[in-house]
């Protein structure tokens, strides 16, 4: 019994040695070791530097600027306008953050803490020219209702003088915003989001809705790129578990225009009704266009986008300057369906060194189906092309078999038990840690399934230890 009284003893000394040692240290360094700031609506008293929620900012911009370098914000529920204190940076901004820092919502709920531009304004401007490896993180808000000139109508990372920057924005809602541009020789980029540089940049989407984002040059109408996304870095780039839907632009990519050259990934996403809305030359991908690098598009839904000219679900391109240099596109795993264009409604292919579609089903699109341009060149731009595991229905890819949905009409794109599609695929590595696009285990009876998810057996029988 006294054994077991000492420990106790020990336990409550050592937990008050503990809260007296971090009082003491958050004394002498609060900028490296407390670094936690807070904007409320709750009727708190404000009153810097914010460290904690009696005495939050009541404008994230506020507790922004008080929060040293790698610090947090945390913002609570409410809805947050343009402050007095606002920046200008190509637009008005409801929060410009200048240093690296982390934004994340107090509660993880994004439609409970809005960032509003009310049809006015962008969201938020994050911009750092010193090279640096810190992180920008972007948690759980809603970026929404806002306006921008020319770049990032909700979220704009600008060009950098320098740096060596990684960026994630997850958990967050970026929808009803517009990047507009007012002259006939500027291109308007980013309705959702911009990010631009040309330093090794690494950018991390995850776990997003990004929807109904506009960009539009409204003297053109065709000079605009990328209604939901646009990411021009040359780094890495990821955007995993996001819904990209009915986003549009002018001219290229109506979810999304990616450029990289290094590698870029787009897995256990949906990607649906984006539009590239002109029908001139210029209108390419529909739901995503992508521009030189190594890319794989993975373990997603693309359908019923619409690219009017090419490239209605996909568009890949790479510039001819450096034809050894082309990249590679890979699409495993993908069920793209139901997609418009004039040439490629699924996929069009404009100079890549090499070309692989595996374990995919690409259906019902409506004409052209899979373009490769151009494909009539003695050297082709295309120097190796696999297409395995394919069910296509029009200009079919391998014998045309119905994959049997169970109602495309309503965009429910997994498959009846019928469906020859079933225990079809190829096992890859990738696929034993990994799951469909509805979370299920990806192999389950043996075999992977073709397209985007697994199917589930009635009385199938679980046994555990």
Not at 413 to 421: M, V
């Amino acid at each position: 019994m006294k054994s077991i009284i000492l420990t106790r003893l020990q336990i409550c000394f050592t937990r008050r040695l503990v809260l007296v040692l971090t009082a003491v240290l958050c004394f002498l360094a609060p900028a490296d070791l407390c670094a936690d700031y807070y904007a409320a609506k709750n009727g708190q008293t404000p009153v810097g530097p914010y460290t904690s929620w009696v005495t939050a900012a009541s404008s994230i911009q506020d507790a922004v600027n008080a929060a040293p370098t790698n610090g947090v914000v945390w913002v609570g529920a409410g809805r947050y306008t343009v402050p007095t204190n606002a920046v200008y940076y190509t637009s008005t901004n409801v929060v410009y953050i200048y240093k690296p820092l982390t934004l994340r919502s107090s509660n993880g709920v994004p439609a409970s803490t809005i960032i509003d531009g009310e049809g006015k304004y962008r969201g938020i401007c994050w911009s750092y020219a010193t090279t640096t490896t810190n992180q920008f993180l972007l948690d759980g808000l809603a970026i929404s209702n806002c306006v921008a000139t020319n770049a990032g109508g909700g979220i704009v990372f600008p060009y950098p003088v320098s740096g060596s920057w990684t960026v994630t924005v997850q958990n967050c809602i970026i929808s009803d915003n517009t990047a507009l541009c007012t002259t006939s020789s500027a291109y308007a980029a980013g309705g959702g989001m911009y990010v631009y540089s040309v330093a090794g940049f690494g950018v991390t989407i995850s776990n997003c809705v990004i929807r109904n984002n506009f960009a539009t040059n409204s003297m053109t109408g065709t000079m605009s790129q990328a209604g939901g996304i646009y990411l021009y870095t040359y780094g890495n780039k990821l955007i995993t578990g996001c819904i990209i839907e009915k986003n549009r632009s002018g001219a290229y990519g109506g979810g999304m225009y990616l450029l990289s050259a290094y590698n870029m990934m787009v897995e256990n996403s949906v990607v649906r009704s984006n539009r590239c809305e002109h029908g001139d030359n210029n209108t390419s991908g529909g739901g995503m266009h992508l521009s030189s690098g190594i890319v794989t598009v993975r373990n997603c839904l693309i359908c019923n986008n619409y690219g009017s000219y090419s490239g209605g679900g996909i568009y890949k391109f790479a510039s001819v300057a450096t034809p050894e240099n082309y990249g590679l596109l890979t699409v495993l795993n993908c069920t793209i369906a139901s997609n418009t264009a004039s040439y490629g409604s699924a996929l069009y292919v404009r100079r890549a060194d090499r070309l692989s579609i595996a374990n995919s089903i690409i259906y019902s699109n409506v004409v052209g189906v899979v373009s490769i341009y151009p494909h009539y060149f003695t050297n082709n731009w295309i120097n190796q092309v696999e297409i395995t595991n394919g069910v296509n229905g029009v200009g079919n890819i391998t014998n045309g078999v119905d994959p049997r949905f169970i109602n495309s009409a309503a965009q429910d794109y997994h498959f009846t038990d019928s469906s020859p599609c079933f225990n079809a695929g190829t096992n890859q590595d990738w696929m034993y840690n990994s799951s469909d696009l509805d979370g299920r285990k990806r192999i389950r009876y043996g075999s992977v399934d073709m397209g985007a998810y697994e199917t589930l057996k009635d009385a199938t029988i679980y046994r555990f230890k």
